[in-house]
């Protein structure tokens, strides 16, 4: 569930890769949609009672239109496989206002962006902002082969020069693709995107690690860890004054659900931060990705989709 919603007509469906489709929504009744940012996604509410994320492709300038690339994941919780199976043009669906949590920084020199397979999504969007206001990118682009990688006819429409780098499995005659170089490569006041498989973040993180934290952007696409349903806690909502005990097999999130509490939420895995809620009292068993390390220490808010408790009671603002 999401707190600001508007329906949509989906008016075209276009081939983009194996495996990755585009889908053009429109405003249901015409005009202007809400404006965005290059890097926002949208929650897209499906018809089987799921949410999911998905970044924004297009150009911020553009009100007329949203754009999303879905990737029919062989691993999909069901949502990819939805989508390409059952949406369909003229259908009308239902999402969420745009929201940022990838954000460009538009004032720097320099750009450096890193993708992995659909994770070129948000990407693509901050190239075209890049462009519109002249500013210095360059882009790191893996994919299993040349037939995976989406978008490849747009990008073929900048200038190629030396700032695009294509790498793909099966054309690297066993050399790897070599991360740590990219990031060592770059500047010292140069930022850095990385948006792609949990390997390719984890490495990226890695690669980053002695750069300034405001320096450094990632967006995960699925949860680096498992979500926390150890229960045993309870759960104390100081807004509605009632008190929930979170058993052993069960999320936060599921058990204020079962409970019939109303509450935020989109991806289910911490990493979209639809369900941040500000915690009053205790600790959290912090298993997003979405807060920085520096803000899971302060326990000032917890993803209520996957983490849990390290404390006998967790007091939210509910």
């Known amino acids: ?110 750009s450096v962006l890193i993708a992995g397979g659909i994770g070129i999504t948000p990407l693509l969007s901050m190239i075209r902002r890049l462009e519109a206001i002249g500013r210095c990118w360059e882009l790191f682009y893996a994919a299993r082969t040349r037939a995976a990688a989406a978008f490849l006819d747009e990008l073929d429409t900048l200038e190629r020069g030396s700032r695009i780098h294509l790498d793909f499995d099966d054309e690297r005659s066993g050399r790897l693709f070599d991360l740590p170089a990219i990031v060592g490569n770059a500047s010292a006041h140069t930022h850095l995107y990385c948006c792609g498989p949990v390997p390719m973040l984890t490495a990226f993180e890695a690669a980053t690690a002695d750069r300034p934290a405001d320096h450094v952007h990632v967006e995960y696409f699925q949860a680096r860890e498992t979500p926390a349903t150890e229960g045993g806690f309870d759960v104390k909502l100081a807004r509605s004054n009632r008190t929930i005990a979170v058993e052993r097999g069960k999320t936060i999130l599921d058990a204020l659900l079962d409970a019939g509490i109303t509450a935020n939420y989109a991806c289910t895995e911490g990493v979209c931060g639809t369900c941040e809620t500000r915690v009053i009292e205790g600790t959290p068993d912090h298993r997003d990705q979405f807060l920085s390390k520096e803000e899971q220490a302060a326990n000032k808010s917890v993803m209520i989709c996957c983490s849990g408790a390290k404390s006998r009671t967790l007091v939210l603002d509910l």
């Open 1 to 110: 569930m999401v707190d600001v919603t508007q329906d949509v007509l989906v008016k075209r469906i276009g081939y983009e890769a194996e495996r990755i489709n585009s889908y053009e929504l429109v405003a249901r009744t015409g005009g202007e949609l809400a404006p965005f940012t290059a890097g926002s996604h949208i929650d897209l509410q499906l018809p089987n009672g799921m949410i999911r994320s998905y970044s924004l492709v297009n150009d911020q300038r553009e009100r007329h239109r949203y754009v999303i690339a879905v990737n029919k994941d062989a691993e999909s919780r069901g949502g990819s496989s939805f989508v390409h199976d059952s949406v369909r043009v003229g259908d009308i669906m239902t999402i969420s206002r745009p929201r940022n949590n990838f954000a460009l920084h538009e004032e720097a020199d320099h």
